[in-house]
């Protein structure tokens, strides 16, 4: 069993930073897929970036790309990601996922396993 906890969310303006995190708990997080997610009000739940166990390999969403990074601490059994150049759009709520051990993940969300109770980004024009 995977617990995560994600935490940075918050309220900032246009063109403003924030840093997610997520801690997870387990034995598994070095050899999990790690993804964040998000959905905004009345939408359905959107990939934004993901990194792979088993290197630094990463994958973004088109909309993020350029603006977001996804890292991950093995170590602290951590996975970040680092918001830069906000928009209104950005707005949402944040979910991180974790993969099954060993598994390839991709952006389709049915294909995570553990789920974080999401942390709110809020981004003021």
């Known amino acids: 069993q995977v617990q995560l906890v994600e935490s940075g969310g918050g309220l900032v303006q246009a063109g403003g930073s924030l840093r997610l995190s997520c801690a997870a708990s387990g034995r598994t997080f070095s050899t999990s897929d790690m993804g964040w997610f998000r959905q905004p009000t009345g939408k359905e739940r959107e990939f934004v970036a993901r990194?792979?166990?088993?290197?630094?390999?990463?994958s973004y969403a088109d909309s993020v790309k350029g603006r977001f990074t996804i890292s991950r601490d093995n170590a602290k059994n951590t996975v970040y990601l680092q918001l830069n150049s906000l928009k209104p759009e950005d707005t949402a709520i944040y979910y991180c996922a974790a993969g099954s051990r060993w598994a390839y993940t991709s952006t389709r969300a049915d294909e995570y396993v553990y789920w974080g109770q999401g942390t709110q980004v809020t981004v003021s024009s």
């Open positions: 990194v792979r166990w088993s290197g630094p390999l990463t």
